[in-house]
């Protein structure tokens, strides 16, 4: 019996070890990012996501890779799941109103913007300036 108890302990003691080592991938990507190793960064996040489903933050990292890969259709999968996550998310919202512009999807701008005005804390002048760039192109 006493076998079985140091079986479990140890099983115990490697999941938790292996769970422990996964949380700091989303750590790392950031770290990553910042160096603009942008592809090792993206992996991490992907990992950090298969742990943490519903870390907004990752989706938000990847949405800023996948930005500066001129890659639209994966910033705004992964800007509308951030918004899923959290829909006072600020940032996504505004990033997301940025490639609508991109777009031309003038509409579905307005809108995001409406939705940032309304949770706006920490990016009310971008909004303002979203806005204003908004408009500017509206009257051509």
């Known amino acids: 019996m006493s076998y079985f108890k140091y079986i479990i302990i140890l099983i115990f003691t490697f999941t938790f070890t292996n769970i422990k080592a996964e949380t700091s ?6 770290t990553l990012f910042d160096k603009k190793k942008y592809d090792l960064a ?10 943490n489903p519903k870390n907004e933050n990752s989706y938000l990292y990847l949405a800023k890779i996948h ?21 006072k998310n600020e940032e996504a919202i505004l990033n997301l109103a940025s490639l609508k512009i991109r777009k031309s999807n003038y509409s579905e701008t307005k809108n995001l ?7 706006c804390k920490k990016f009310c002048k971008e ?14």
């Open 67 to 87: 930005k500066f890969k001129n890659d639209d259709s994966q910033e705004e999968k992964n800007l509308n799941t951030v918004i899923l996550l959290n829909p």
């Open 25 to 30: 991938n989303y750590e790392k990507g950031k």
């Open 113 to 119: 913007i409406k939705d940032l005005k309304n949770v």
């Open 42 to 51: 993206k992996f991490k996040f992907e990992k950090d996501i298969v742990f």
């Open 127 to 140: 909004t303002s300036n979203l806005e204003e760039k908004l408009n500017t192109l509206l009257k051509k």
